[in-house]
């Protein structure tokens, strides 16, 4: 499937939001130099894992100014993308302020994904390398890289923060001699982010310099950071919650200092809030609802935590009230989306609705349609009143008209005025602020991490043992969901065990968390009328048999 590689913003919008005052024709790169400028001996970045590590805003640019240098001598060219899987490790930051400067596209993978995964975004993105660490957590992510590189024609290097054979190190790129580059257009696309995966793998998301920077800068005003704040990035950085929202970029953005956590369970994370009197982080809500019980009992002192973001996932009123009474901090519920749009509860919002909503968006631009979800209409589909639940479409300043090279999939994902239909069903309050409620779409949220059950279903299928699967995702009270495959045996064929379908899955290179929690096997599926699998029912199945 192919198409665009950028679908602009039309152009009477870009005229908008330029007079707004939300574009200001600045890069990614032509931000870190004014940074560096204003906070140069401030402490930018500390490592987690070894908090002797510390970089300076000085250090930063000046790494990223060298290693900018070193893509282009490796040949890299401007919009040539490059896949990016680090781990939380501090090369992260001048890495992708190096590609922001050279033009080259970071594509964000994480450091989860494994040879499935990464394969198919290193072919989507026709990417040029694959940048990671050699190994992390037991894992030899270069060794991994190395073999995605000889399936995908288009990978000419692999890079490693670290040392490994047959690649290229990151500390040699890191050595050029800094030189002067064309600073690029500001509109124009500054990386790809990897969607949710509503339909299938994910899909690649176009962001350009100029609109993302207006997320960021309105970001830390909304979750007021300071020069004097400490963030910790406990999630993966490369998402766009921990990026962004306020995330590192967002800390960058104010002069502050962001600790990278390399794992975050509340042990390791208690430690480092304590040690770097850690001001804000942002979690999923399994993690958050961990850290709450975890404060019970700790004998850290968490005092200089004022601020939690939570989201990625629905937090209900129960675990928002554990999580500001557990932890004692504001507690800021986030619903964004790769894509874009991206809605917060203010820090003076009554406490009634921050455990009772996901947000308001960030921009009064932010065009915000609610509509009939059964409404097949392609663009007329009519909005519901405030307090119905209905399918939230939207446009705005910063929230995309395309994914990458998906003319088809953006045909009926974005209706013809420009609106992205999010998949998410929500109701909208008088406020402005918005509830989540559940998804029009497929897709299964395991605790913040989105699983596309149609990819999990593929790996099940090519099972010989496997004549059909369905995945869905059912309630649980700490992930929020849990993956389910249903599985109808192969007839003539030894049935295989859920034991031996998870090791298979995971064994054809598949991230942990497509590895379906749950395996039931089945005779045969409840059908629809038209003869389709209905999840609805293996779901409403399960949900009996929880419940019984
Ligand atoms: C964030 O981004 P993605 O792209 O991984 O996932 C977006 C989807 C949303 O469409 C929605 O279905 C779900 O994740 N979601 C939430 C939520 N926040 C995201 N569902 C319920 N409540 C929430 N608070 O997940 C993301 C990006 C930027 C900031 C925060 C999260």
């Known amino acids: 499937m192919t198409g665009p590689d950028h679908t602009p913003f039309p152009p009477e919008l870009a005229a908008r939001y330029r007079a707004a005052g939300y574009w200001r024709g600045q890069t990614l790169g032509a931000l870190l130099d004014v940074l560096a400028t204003a906070h140069a001996e401030r402490t ?40 990016v899987a680090l781990p939380n490790v501090p090369e992260f930051v001048p890495v992708i302020f190096a590609m922001f400067r050279a033009g080259v596209w970071p594509v964000f993978a994480l450091p989860a994904h494994r040879h499935s995964e990464l394969r198919h975004i290193a072919a989507q993105s026709e990417a040029a390398a694959i940048l990671t660490v050699d190994t992390h957590q037991r894992h030899d992510h270069a060794a991994l890289a190395r073999a995605v590189a ?30 002067r580059l064309p600073d690029p257009d500001p509109e124009g696309v500054a990386f790809l982010q990897l969607s949710g995966g509503s339909t299938g793998l994910p899909k690649l998301i176009p962001r350009t310099h100029d609109e993302y920077i207006y997320s960021v800068r309105e970001s830390v005003r909304i979750c007021a950071l300071r020069p004097e704040s400490v963030y910790l990035a406990a999630l ?46 942002g979690v999923v809500p399994p993690l958050a609802a961990a850290w709450a019980q975890a404060a019970a009992a700790t004998t850290h002192d968490l005092s200089s935590l004022r601020v939690l973001l939570v989201g990625g996932a629905k937090c209900g009123p129960e675990l928002a ?28 919002d009554p406490e009634e609705i921050v455990a009772t909503t996901q947000g308001r968006p960030i921009s009064p631009d932010d065009e ?3 509509v009939d979800p059964d409404d097949p209409s392609v663009s007329g589909a009519a909005e519901v009143p405030d307090g119905e639940v209905g399918a939230l479409l939207t446009r705005g300043p910063y ?10 999939h953006n045909r009926t994902t974005f209706t013809p005025d420009g609106f992205y239909r999010t998949g998410d069903l929500v109701r909208r309050y008088p406020t402005g602020h ?44 700490f992930m929020g969901e849990r993956t389910c495959a249903y599985v109808v045996p192969a007839s003539g064929e030894a049935v295989p065990t859920g034991a031996e379908l998870r090791r298979y899955v995971r064994d054809r290179g598949a991230a942990s968390f497509n590895v379906p929690d749950l395996i039931e096997v089945v005779d045969a599926f409840p059908v629809t009328g038209v003869g389709k699998t209905s999840k609805r029912e293996l779901r409403a199945a399960l949900t009996a048999v929880a419940t019984t």
Not at 322 to 340: C, Y
């Open 321 to 348: 009230r554990r999580i500001s009474d557990g932890l004692d901090v504001t507690l800021q519920q986030v619903f964004g989306m790769a894509e874009g749009l991206v809605n917060y509860t203010r820090l003076d």
């Open 150 to 179: 000889a399936e995908v024609a288009s990978v000419r290097h692999v890079i490693v923060a670290g040392r490994a054979p047959d690649t290229v190190p990151l500390a040699e790129l890191s050595a050029a001699a800094p030189r």
């Open 434 to 477: 918005l509830e989540v409620v559940g998804r029009v779409k497929e897709q299964i949220n395991r605790g913040g991490e989105k699983v596309a059950p149609e990819e999990v279903e593929n790996h099940l299928m090519a099972h010989p043992g496997v004549l059909d699967a369905a995945v869905v995702g059912v309630p649980d009270e």
């Open 399 to 408: 929230t995309i008209h395309g994914y990458y090279r998906a003319a088809e």
């Open 368 to 370: 915000i349609r609610v």
């Open 236 to 281: 993966p950085v490369a998402h766009n919650f921990p990026l962004s929202s306020p995330g590192v970029l967002g800390a960058l953005h104010a002069g502050a200092t962001t600790v990278l956590a390399p794992h975050p369970d509340a042990a390791a994370v208690f430690r480092l809030i304590e040690s770097e009197r850690v001001t804000i982080s």
């Open 44 to 83: 930018a970045v500390v490592d987690g894992a070894d908090t002797t590590v510390r970089h300076s805003y000085a250090d930063v640019d000046e790494h990223a100014h060298r290693l900018a240098a070193g893509l282009v001598e490796l040949g890299l060219r401007p919009g040539e993308r490059v896949v």
